[in-house]
């Protein structure tokens, strides 16, 4: 539908109803009462883009404590991690400490194997010449038992 604009300067209080230009609008009940809604719709969406900003605004302002609140936390972690650190490298330094005595300890037991293969081989020429010298005794009984003379 179109708006009916009347060029006449003459009207009645019911009738034209003079615009900012010096035009007369044709009234229409619908028409008026669609342009009401339309003005009172867009009224109620400026109150919402209003209460959006509003709650736009609230939420950042929540974001942001909450960014604060999780940084100061992350921050003590960091130092609580720190301190683990600290520990860890304390602990092992420790073990560096316990790990330079066993390889004393490690070199004290190769000195005593060496010593101890020193036994073994002396056992092993004492045993050789042990049996060598029965051997020769051996020999020596047999030669007298031999030469013995026969028991009647």
Known sequence: RRLAVVHSHAGSV?????????????????LELRVSRLENDTHSIYDLIADIRSTQQEHSQRLAKLETTVA?????????????DARFDGVAGGFDGVDARFD??????????ARFDGVDARFDQLESTTNARFDSIETTLAEVVRRLPEPS
């Open 14 to 30: 019911a009738g034209p109803r003079r615009t900012a230009y010096g035009c007369h609008v044709v009234s229409d009940p619908q």
């Open 104 to 113: 004393g300890v490690a070199g004290r037991f190769d000195g005593v194997d």
């Open 72 to 84: 100061v936390g992350f921050d003590g972690v960091a130092v609580g991690f720190d301190g683990v």
